[in-house]
């Protein structure tokens, strides 16, 4: 068992940290009624996204240097432990189905690996050996991006991710909730989101989850929009892997196109159900083979390639 020291060195410096202080005005939240405390949560979360505002500039110069780097190849990685990790793993999981991302080009890693995201593994947040053996696992190299994920910007998991592919000669990032934090101090581009006390002391995946899953979003969605997987607000790279999802397909083609239900159909049909092509065979008037050519020579850029056609 670690000395008591310890705990005392922890319990310090947990009690400087923004996130973690106690709101004496709430002391007695329990006796309040239902709708009394749902107001005073919906009040809380409602300040989220002007702090997010503040720290825009700084998210928009990360995004562009993310972009820069999967235009080459590189994968996007986030790391985190407990709330963080799984937000970072649920971004990475929804990258596939809405921009057609390849097989482990967005990855979410967690501290203690996928159990950790349905039972608490919170142990295994205090281990930078592990989140080095697991980049390691990837072949984390120059090309990728490595985004820390931290509401205290303490934990030694995202802070060892982040240290480690920084060596490895990656980008990166450290998202945290807290001023001055380790994490953003070890990245290339620190993002501290600071969004003060939570409704309950301490509780993390409140306030502090709602603005890592707004920077998360951001990320991920806009390093999408420079990477050409959307036209306009379309995403037409929609992998269509069910039944909503080939229903949306159809009404984004005929949104970007105007073109009644049997042309979007047969768009579809002669491009395998891919929706950039699809939309490109009836903007650009070509057949399916030379959509998918114009395609591969604009680097997946539906502009780019409408240009080429009709230019």
């Not at 281990?127 to 820390?148: C, F, I, M, P, R």
Request: hydrophobic letters at 45%; proline letters at 4%; glycine letters at 10%.
């Amino acid at each position: 068992m670690p000395p008591a020291s310890n705990y005392r060195d922890l319990r310090t410096e947990l009690d400087s940290l923004t996130t973690e202080s106690f709101r004496r005005e709430l002391a007695d939240i329990d006796q309040l009624p239902t709708l009394d405390i749902a107001r005073l949560m919906n009040n809380e979360d409602a300040t989220v996204p002007a702090a997010v505002a503040e720290r825009l500039p700084e998210i928009a110069a990360a995004i562009d240097a993310v972009a820069e780097r999967m235009a080459r190849g590189g994968r996007l990685i986030y790391a985190g432990a407990g709330t963080a990790g799984r937000l970072g793993v649920l971004d990475a999981s929804e990258c596939p189905p809405t921009f057609n991302t390849r097989p482990g080009q967005v990855v979410g890693l967690i501290a203690g690996g996928p159990q950790a995201l349905v039972a608490s593994m919170e142990g295994a947040e205090d281990s930078k050996e592990l989140a080095e053996a697991d980049l390691d696992a990837l072949g984390v190299g120059a090309d990728d991006t490595v985004v820390g994920v931290s509401a205290s910007g303490r934990t030694p998991y995202a802070i060892g991710a982040v240290a480690h592919a920084r060596a490895r000669g990656s980008l990166t990032i450290g998202l945290a909730c807290n001023a001055g934090s380790a994490l953003a101090a070890a990245a290339e581009h620190g993002i501290e989101v600071v969004v003060g006390p939570e409704l309950l002391t301490g509780s993390t995946r409140l306030k502090a989850g709602t603005a890592q899953k707004l920077v998360l979003n951001m990320i991920s969605t806009i390093t999408m929009i420079r990477l050409g997987k959307t036209y306009g607000n379309l995403m037409v790279d929609v992998r269509a892997s069910n039944d909503k999802l080939r229903a949306r397909s159809r009404r984004i083609v005929a949104l970007a196109t105007g073109a009644a239900d049997e042309e979007v159909e047969a768009a579809l049909a002669a491009t395998d159900g891919e929706v950039k092509n699809a939309i490109l065979t009836l903007l650009a008037d070509v057949d399916g083979p030379t959509a998918a050519r114009l395609l591969e020579e604009s680097g997946g850029r539906l502009r780019t390639a409408l240009a080429r056609a009709t230019g």
